[in-house]
């Protein structure tokens, strides 16, 4: 929408079509929305380029999330696994067993072992 003095603003728009008193009537609220929409292009933006930062870089880049109970879950890893590892993201992240299963078994309680205290510190 442009404004009176030329400056354009984002509104969000609803309206419905009711009848009153036998008549057809068309009821609407428009909010103006444009810095939201400003900062969710601005985000947009933002995260485009940490991507492109985290799939450029030759390193493996894992976000993980703990529960309570001892269990993990892979939210996010970068491209960068497929040259550490020679296993691609989705790959890792179809089968959270997999990363596991590539530990050394002489390494594997120190290295899959998830202290809890260390997790909140």
């Given at each position: 929408m442009r404004q009176k003095?030329?400056?354009l603003l984002t509104i969000?728009?609803?309206a419905e079509s009711?009848?009153?008193q036998g008549q057809l009537c068309l009821i609407g609220i428009a909010k103006?929305?444009?810095d939201r929409k400003?900062?969710?292009l601005a985000l947009q933006r933002s995260e485009a380029k940490l991507n492109h930062v985290l799939n450029s870089a030759i390193a493996a880049v894992t976000s993980i999330r703990v529960f309570p109970d001892g269990n993990w879950q892979y939210e996010y890893r970068?491209?960068?696994c497929e040259a550490v590892f020679g296993y691609t993201a989705q790959e890792l992240m179809a089968d959270p067993?997999?990363?596991q299963s590539r530990v050394f078994p002489d390494d594997a309680a120190q290295v899959l072992e998830l202290?809890?205290?260390k997790l909140h510190d």
């Amino acid at each position: 929408m442009r404004q009176k003095s030329g400056r354009l603003l984002t509104i969000l728009f609803s309206a419905e079509s009711i009848e009153l008193q036998g008549q057809l009537c068309l009821i609407g609220i428009a909010k103006e929305i444009t810095d939201r929409k400003q900062l969710e292009l601005a985000l947009q933006r933002s995260e485009a380029k940490l991507n492109h930062v985290l799939n450029s870089a030759i390193a493996a880049v894992t976000s993980i999330r703990v529960f309570p109970d001892g269990n993990w879950q892979y939210e996010y890893r970068s491209e960068g696994c497929e040259a550490v590892f020679g296993y691609t993201a989705q790959e890792l992240m179809a089968d959270p067993a997999l990363w596991q299963s590539r530990v050394f078994p002489d390494d594997a309680a120190q290295v899959l072992e998830l202290n809890s205290e260390k997790l909140h510190d």
